[in-house]
């Protein structure tokens, strides 16, 4: 079983940044495929970056503001991000999966986490 919790939410102004943190325990594999995704009020989860044992993926509404990346632990993924608009706003969630490439679909991922809100005001 492997457990996600996040951490780093929070309120900031447009333009400013925020780092999430994903902390990962259990049976983890360092080739585990992990992501990003988020959810705002009345609307569906989205991707919004991956990472997998060698490649990393990025929505295109965040592609030059957040960075993915992991620990050398392996068991530690943070979210860069940067420039903040108020269409971030949302709950942020951890996801992982046992597959080594990224995926961009919530239904590929089988362990989330229990989130993080973000609030971006303008």
């Known amino acids: 079983q492997v457990k996600l919790v996040e951490s780093g939410g929070g309120l900031v102004q447009a333009g400013d940044s925020l780092r999430l943190s994903c902390a990962a325990s259990?049976?983890?594999f360092s080739w585990y495929a992990r992501a990003w995704f988020r959810q705002a009020p009345g609307k569906k989860r989205?991707?919004?970056?991956?990472?997998?044992?060698?490649?990393?993926r990025y929505a295109d509404s965040v592609k030059g503001r957040f960075t993915i990346s992991r620990d050398n632990d392996e068991k530690m993924v943070h979210l860069q991000m940067n420039s903040l608009k108020p269409e971030d706003t949302a709950v942020y969630y951890c996801?992982?999966?046992?597959?080594?490439?990224?995926?961009?679909?919530?239904?590929?991922?089988?362990?989330w986490g229990q989130g993080t809100q973000v609030t971006v005001s303008s």
């Open positions: 989205e991707f919004v970056a991956g990472i997998g044992w060698n490649t990393t």
């Open positions: 996801a992982a999966a046992a597959i080594y490439d990224t995926a961009v679909l919530a239904t590929q991922y089988d362990y």
């Open positions: 259990g049976r983890t």
